[in-house]
């Protein structure tokens, strides 16, 4: 059978293209070396799964080692602490059975008193496995953090009390794995409880202090990317070109299910399997746009975190260019950096394009099927195949003008209602013959927007208009936007506020103590030779 690329799943090299994961995580064997418990943790479909079997399967070949990788994700559905523990020691049992020989597996757990595992008896059959085991025991625990409470804290206390009996009487080094870092999840427990009092809150009093050091998992680096496909190339005798491979990265920023996804789409969906044709850019934008439009479970999946309220706090600075609230600052960005929504380095952006153009259709999606069908129409604005920029920005300063409250003060995320409602109005009529590439970042004061329609390429800077200098602030900001894209023309949009009235009390709304002519202009701007268009809205 020819091997592919993963989608589902962790991967596995008789089948599916892959890179050797081992040296993703540098430092992993020193530690269990060195007898730790630590923790793995990163996005959903990053690879964490595969490393952990990965590793399991070259600790046992080697020999000095009985690793085992169990997955303990179906105990969350147990009906109370003990059944989950009793549960989790089946499952490494049936692990065990699989990928160890005799000599090193645990016995089979007595499940006959299931209320015992709840008060240690997991601490217990651990113990036990590894006093038989004539190897070091070493455990990794995958999915650890979809345990809920109470659940999750009695498994943590029985990992605690067995600490100080590695490596002959507990397993030498035991590795708990998932999205979140054990203190972030703790302490997200910790403040559930101060404002929902009825919530147990056993979290907060359970720093899980065992632990050596955390790993983040995040995605493929370049080279990583390039011989993921080079894995391909190899295989099948298609190549792609090194412009191709940037793009491909460009896109994705290395996330691996994105990568393998969008390759897989492109060689599979739109080439079927046709080695002999070439990866083109056109083939990566149409598969670019199927993704996105198809919206498979990893991306709706990011999508549905948007309701969240720490995602929702960073959705809207990233996207309005705002600042963090100082005291929603590190526990909100670190959520959604965990997640993989955002960057982990400053400034803080949406990870890649692709999760970038999945929020904003997330969030506009009600705003593109509510325009009015004449005023949406595309062909008032599409002429000769191509676009009317002006026209179209002209029309839709008129309907903002006219309709632009009542539609603000109905949407969940008013504080970039301004700039959603614009790209959605874009992205309507663009459709899926042009895209569109937002660029925003935690604290930069503008949103830029690049459509990309045919052979042409517009520039535009959204702004908040708050005082006297955002105008000027905002035409520099141009400036360095259209230099960076090398064009000669861009658009500056600027949102009117009223500065005289706090922003907390009005922030969506357009008040009416600001005069309509100032408010609502278009003018010519020339800088250092470039044309700037500068519309009030």
Known sequence: MSRFFNIAGPCRPEIHYMIDPLPRLPGVREL???QNFFVIHGPRQSGKTTYLYALMHRLNAEGRFSALTVNIQPAAAAKDSAHAMMMIADAIWHKARRHLPEKECPDMPDTSDQESFSRGQLQRYLNMWAEKNPKPAVLFIDEADTLPDPIFPSLLRQLIAGFEDRPHGFPHSVILTGVRDIRNYLFQKKQNHQTEPRSSGNFAALPFDIKAESFFMGGFTPSETAALLDKHSKASGQAFSPEIKAEIFRLTQG???LVNALTRQIVTGILKNDYSRPVTFAH???????LIRRRDTHLENLADRLRESAVKTVTEAVISGEFLEPGRLRDDLTHVQEIGLATLKTPVKFANPIYAETVFRALNYSYQISFNPEMAEPVRYIKSGRLIMDSLLSVFQEFYRRHAEAWLEKFDFRE?????LLIAFLQRIVGINGIIEC???VGSGRCEVLVIFGSERFAL???LRRDSYSEQEGLSEMLGYLN??????GYLILFETDSQIPWEKHSYRITSQIPLEKRIFR????LEGKRVIVIGM
């Open 284 to 290: 990566i934008t149409e598969a670019r746009k199927e």
């Open 439 to 441: 660029e925003t970042a």
């Open 416 to 420: 970039i209602g301004r700039q959603l």
């Open 523 to 526: 003018k010519d701007v020339t």
């Open 255 to 257: 996330q691996p299910w």
């Open 461 to 463: 800077t959204l702004k």
């Open 32 to 34: 269990i070396e060195s």
């Open 484 to 489: 960076r894209l090398g064009q000669e023309q």
